[in-house]
């Protein structure tokens, strides 16, 4: 699996496992909350965006194999829909940022994790739903292997 992609599936075990907000759908790829049925509210999805990477040293020595760090940014997306729209994602926010920063190396899968932004996604103000962004940059390391 690839390290972004497993990264990823990390953080979308840990809010499937999270108890504190009942979520009726988490998902790794987007969802439109227009096909939403109105039980699956609250409903997240998860996606990787923009991604810094350098070149830290030089794994085992040889340029062959250089040892890179990587800041990546993950979005996860709330949709919450229903009454009382802006508590509700109040409570979804904290809940999902008690749930990822409980293990801030993701189990030893990453360097550090942090939640850096809250962003309000405007999709119509008649819509049924709100919906907003939390941007969290992962910081890891990995080594670029040459396939022989």
């Known amino acids: 699996m690839a390290r972004r992609e497993e990264i990823t ?5 840990l809010l499937k496992a999270q108890r504190s907000v ?10 439109d909350p227009t096909e939403l049925a109105k039980t699956a509210f609250p409903a997240l999805y998860v996606e990787t965006t923009d991604e810094d990477i350098e070149d830290i040293g030089m794994g085992g020595g040889t340029t062959n ?12 997306v709330l ?6 729209r ?4 109040n409570i979804a926010i904290e809940a999902t940022e008690n749930t990822i920063m409980s293990d801030r190396t993701l189990e030893g899968t990453v360097e550090d994790i942090r939640l850096t932004r809250v962003e309000a996604v405007v999709i119509g103000e008649s ?13 890891y390391c990995y080594t670029i292997t040459k396939e022989e």
């Open 79 to 84: 949709l919450i829909g229903g009454k009382e």
């Open 127 to 139: 819509a049924p739903f709100t919906t907003c962004r939390m941007i969290f940059t992962v910081e």
């Open 65 to 76: 194999n250089p040892l890179r760090m990587g800041s990546m940014e993950v979005a996860v």
């Open 9 to 13: 599936s990390k953080i979308v075990e």
């Open 22 to 31: 009942r979520f009726g759908k988490v998902e790794r790829d987007p969802v």
């Open 86 to 89: 802006d508590t509700q994602k």
